[in-house]
């Protein structure tokens, strides 16, 4: 990802990866205001025709922050999106406040609209450092509690719009609501225990590699998900552009903590003093330290990021090899047996895959091996969507395979021959 040269006036330097999130960002309001517009009543014409004036708007957004823009033009992209979104905050308040007296009759739920305006407010965030000319930064605790909890909320989204004859991915989807909603309380004792103790602690490092690896998990579902919409082969009244959305949101949330991990962006110590001082409810610090360029950052050429600041690819977690079942994250593996590794079915310590797609379920105890096998899909280009007309399916017949942990080991979505 090139780096843009900064300049010798009065306007701040304006580095690519804070161009990306401005572009990842009006894309995901741009989608909001299709949902909110999709989702309404055909009688609150009023307000759809708002949404649908707001969808417009970060369209052209969008398409201007897609051109190679000089420092002064993006800062007055900058300008221009906090004036549109801050008049979408407030239709969304007006959206929420609507739902709480009934009086919306939306097929949406108020916990959806809250979910929308936090995510709003914190691209607000961003804008308002980026106009300012400073740095983005995070502590990484605050940082891990909102993007856990926007992972846990859709887990919830997505189950209540499958099709309850959908049994199987219903278990899914609770098994990962669970657990999301369980890292998402643990994040927050953390950020309790850093506003009361200034101290380096070893398991928070631990958490956010559990948080890293069962986010990953998460997405490849979602990928699922989605694939199985556009083939017509999954019961649901989730839209696919909204399966893509929530897919590309983990995505972030992944790329963030790889940022994190490299220091392409600041992180300020999780301790008392910037726990408190910075402790809004959007979640995220800034800095006016300048932030090294990305080309001096040892070890950057191992992320891969997309042209829309996503992440495909993500290191091995370094320290230990850790069982990634709902339920049973942090654990360290143990070495399986000769006698257990000469069954199909078990990955051994060369992580190769057995070659049959039928592979028996292996009987023996949970607590010893448990295994797992997540096939993630190749890279996609960005799909562009009309308002009223879900993506084409791809024209490859070929079906992708995915299998699960736990209680369902079997591969889902798979045509049976």
């Not at 800095?287 to 992440?311: A, Q, R, S, T």
């Amino acid at each position: 990802m090139p780096r843009r040269p900064f300049g010798t006036g009065n306007v701040p330097a304006v580095p690519p990866l804070d161009s990306e999130e401005v572009k990842f960002w009006l894309h995901i309001m741009e989608e909001h205001a299709l949902f909110i517009k999709t989702g309404l009543p055909a009688d609150k014409k009023d307000l759809i025709e708002e949404a649908t004036s707001f969808e417009r708007e970060f369209k052209a957004l969008r398409v201007r922050a897609e051109k190679n823009l000089s420092e002064k033009k993006f800062v007055e992209l900058v300008t221009d999106t906090m004036g549109s979104l801050k008049e979408f905050i407030r239709y969304k308040r007006l959206l929420l406040e609507l739902s709480f007296t009934n009086k919306l009759g939306s097929a949406l739920p108020p916990l959806f609209f809250d979910h929308l305006i936090r995510e709003a407010e914190y691209f607000m965030a961003i804008l308002t450092k980026l106009r300012a000319g400073k740095k983005l930064a995070v502590v990484k605790a605050l940082e891990a509690d909102f993007w856990l909890r926007i992972m846990a909320e859709h887990t919830k989204f997505i189950g209540s719009r499958i099709d309850p004859s959908e049994r199987s991915l219903i278990d899914v989807d609770r098994g990962y609501e669970v657990e999301f909603d369980n890292l998402y309380m643990q994040g927050r004792d953390y950020v309790s225990f850093f506003e009361h103790q200034p101290m380096e602690l070893p398991a928070f490092g631990r958490f956010l590699q559990d948080s890293r690896a069962a986010t990953v998990r998460l997405r490849d579902f979602k990928q699922a998900v989605y694939d199985m919409i556009i083939k017509n082969r999954m019961l649901s009244t989730v839209p696919a552009v909204m399966a893509d959305h929530v897919r590309r949101e983990a995505d972030h949330f992944l790329l963030v903590l790889a940022m994190m991990e490299k220091g392409i962006i600041k992180v300020e110590k999780d301790c008392v003093d910037s726990i408190k001082k910075h402790h809004t409810k959007y979640d995220m610090i800034m800095d006016d330290e300048f932030v090294e360029p990305i080309e001096e950052i040892e070890g950057i050429e191992d992320i891969e990021i997309h042209e829309h600041g996503h992440l495909f690819e993500e290191e091995a977690i370094d320290d230990m090899e850790l069982d990634f079942t709902p339920g049973l994250i942090g654990r360290e593996k143990e070495p399986p047996s000769q006698a257990v590794a000469d069954q199909p079915g078990v990955l051994t310590d060369d992580r190769e895959e057995p070659e049959e797609e039928n592979t028996p379920k292996v009987q023996g105890e949970v607590k010893e091996v448990v295994t797992e096998e997540v096939v993630t899909p190749p890279p996609k280009p960005a799909y562009k969507y009309k308002a009223q007309a879900p993506p084409a399916p791809p024209k490859n017949d070929k079906q992708p395979k995915y299998k699960w942990g736990g209680s369902l080991p079997r591969q889902l979505g798979k045509i049976t021959e």
